[in-house]
């Protein structure tokens, strides 16, 4: 069979090499991708799996569980995994994101059933269940656009931390007799208004008010269930989005820092430093994807 660059993705030697990247694989069996991947040591990455027909196996051993339609696999980087299409399943047809997760996602990387290092919800909702599948397939299309840009991965990875954050209130709400701090929808309409907003000049009051919400339920209730306060989770989401322009753009670290709604730029500098422990300067010497000959 020949490898067409769009399949490439799809078997077992691919590098995975992108920041993001999404797929959806249709197992028949004894036909297309009828395989098992086994990755002992993990990926450089993370990868998201949703099962939308048939059923999936994770492992062969003692560890063995199953995959249907509405369960969520999340696996960390690095995490041994070995998962393929059930035996007494004539399909396993599933769509997974491979993703490097920003550092202020790191509350949204669990779910409460962890099995030997993989992670596991699932979707009973059939509404729920249809609206992250229309937001995987939004990835998927942007993969494969023929016309991507630099902007795609970065509303790739808005439309990735909406389905995390999604998850994140099933689990809980679905998978729990005991319901803890619940993330509700008005978090993650504020969540996402804010991963399209965050470069524009920002306060607690300016949010508050473009949110409907009183200013003292917004902090609180942000920190409570977003793990951080509102301001660091802002700072960390345009650090990140600097330290994307830095690799791709040869605009001035100051003209960067601004478009990423920094107005401080010593604050800038440090910040970057303490969180990427490396100034501006040298992580774009040691990343740019452009012509450095002439570094600003």
Known sequence: MQITKNEAPLFPEYPFKEYILAGETPIIAEKNYDWWIDRPHGMDGW???LTIEGTGQVWKDERRFLLQQGDILLIPESASHFYGRYENSPLWKHQWVFFHPPKHWERLLKF?????????TSIVSGHAFRKIQSL??????????LNKNELDEEISMNILEGIL??????????????????????MIEIAQWLSVNYTKPLTVDII????NISAHKLTTQFKEHMGMPLMRWINLKQL?????LLRVSSSSIK???KQAGFTDN?????????????????YRKKNSSIDSSNPK
């Open 47 to 49: 990868i998201i799996n």
């Open 112 to 120: 409460r059933q962890n099995i030997n290092g993989v992670f596991k």
């Open 136 to 145: 995987f397939e939004d990835i998927i299309h942007l993969s494969y656009s």
């Open 165 to 186: 954050l999604r998850c994140a209130k099933i689990d809980v709400l679905e998978n729990s007799s005991i319901a803890p701090k619940q993330t509700d929808e008005k």
């Open 208 to 211: 508050s008010k473009a949110m």
């Open 240 to 244: 990140e989005f600097a330290a994307k």
């Open 255 to 257: 003209d960067i820092a």
């Open 266 to 282: 010593l604050y800038f500098s440090r910040f970057f430093k303490k969180s990427y422990k490396q100034s501006p300067r040298e």
